[in-house]
């Protein structure tokens, strides 16, 4: 039940001549880069494909509160926790722009709740790590908003109509999100020698999930030729994480931070830096529900469900009882 069951199930493409005159007309609107809208025809594997994703990304804004809720109650100063309970909003509310995106192709919120909480749906494998000290809060907002933000940008030209919309949003608070996590990393920076050593090690920690949050590489990522062809991912998994890697190594040595990869090199020829293998065995045990957090997230989102259930039931009374007074009226 609290396993993110690895069940991919990747086809290439269809070539122009293989597709039928209503896909190819699609496909045509496609490459003149013309956003499609929820009431128009799509091919069912585009719906699903967006389905999957959005939903997917959905669930981890939700999911994704949890690690930073943990310290809202232990935040240092009253400034910074007003900040965090602001950015923890935030979260809860690109979940919800994401939700609305998903049902615009007929999926309902119900259903894609249940497909979360028994399992069958994903959410990002970074959030299934422990947030264990005040500087974790600074490597999330500075590296785990890093990386969504490498992503959600190009996601912000995906052809969709209503998740590319909800990006531009989104996208405006993470970038917000970025900044006080990397403000926090600095405030530790510039303290005593235990502080930047807890700076250090959570930076130690979160690095490698960080990277890891982009998928598997271009070679072993099930969806990404078809995702690119409909251009619901304008850009492939490893070039996001490369331009995350040549984003952050100067951000954490600015600040006199090591990112702890001894492969990582400013490559002059590439015009990017080198980086070491990510230990894609960790990945896939994280998906299939063995890392350190994937039980107590789902316990929590759970237990919201079922703690919830007096007050969706208030409003459906209420709506039902509105809608029984204004037929009465009419
Ligand atoms: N974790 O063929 P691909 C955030 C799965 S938002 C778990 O490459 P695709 C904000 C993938 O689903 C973070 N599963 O797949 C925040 C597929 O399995 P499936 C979330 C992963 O979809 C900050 C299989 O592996 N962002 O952090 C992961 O083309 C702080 C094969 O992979 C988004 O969701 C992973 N890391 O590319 C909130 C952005 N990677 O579905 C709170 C939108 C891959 O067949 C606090 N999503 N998988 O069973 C995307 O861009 C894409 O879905 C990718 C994966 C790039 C994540």
């Known amino acids: 039940m609290y396993a993110q069951m690895v069940k991919s199930t990747g086809e290439r493409p269809k070539t122009l001549d293989e597709m039928t005159p209503e896909e190819r007309a699609f496909q045509t609107r496609i490459d003149a880069d013309i956003k499609i809208e929820p009431k128009e025809w799509m091919p069912e594997g585009y719906r699903k494909t967006l389905i999957r994703q959005i939903s997917q990304h959905a669930h981890s804004e939700v999911v994704g509160q949890l690690p930073e809720g943990n310290w809202i109650n232990r935040a240092p100063t009253l400034d910074r926790k007003a900040i965090l309970i602001a950015k923890v909003q935030d979260e809860a509310g690109h979940g919800l722009y994401l939700y609305c995106a998903a049902e615009t192709l007929g999926v309902s919120r119900d259903e894609l709740i249940q497909q979360l909480l028994t399992g069958k749906a994903k959410y990002s494998s970074i959030f299934n790590y422990p947030s264990l000290t005040w500087a974790d809060i600074g490597a999330i907002g500075w590296l785990v908003d890093g990386a969504a933000i490498m992503n959600q940008v190009q996601l912000q030209r995906c052809s969709y109509g209503p998740y590319s919309r909800a990006m531009i949003r989104i996208c405006k608070e993470e970038s917000f999100h970025q900044r006080q996590g990397y403000d926090i990393m600095m405030a530790l920076m510039r303290g005593s020698p235990e502080q930047q050593e807890m ?77 070491g293998e990510i230990d894609w065995e960790e990945f896939y045990r994280v998906l299939k529900g063995e890392g350190p957090c994937n039980r107590e997230r789902m316990a929590a989102r759970q237990k919201a469900w079922d703690d919830g259930e007096w007050f969706r039931e208030g409003l459906m009374a209420h709506s039902k009882k509105r809608a029984a007074k204004k037929l009465a009226a009419e």
């Open 199 to 275: 700076a250090q090690d959570a930076l130690n920690r979160w690095w490698w999930p960080s990277l890891m949050m982009f998928g598997p590489s271009d070679a072993d990522s099930v969806h990404s030729a078809q995702s690119m062809a409909w251009k619901i991912k304008p850009v492939g998994n490893d070039e996001l994480r490369q331009r995350f890697v040549d984003q952050t190594v100067p951000q954490a040595e600015f600040i006199g931070l090591k990112v702890p990869d001894p492969e990582v090199k400013w490559n002059e020829e590439r015009g990017h830096y080198d980086f």
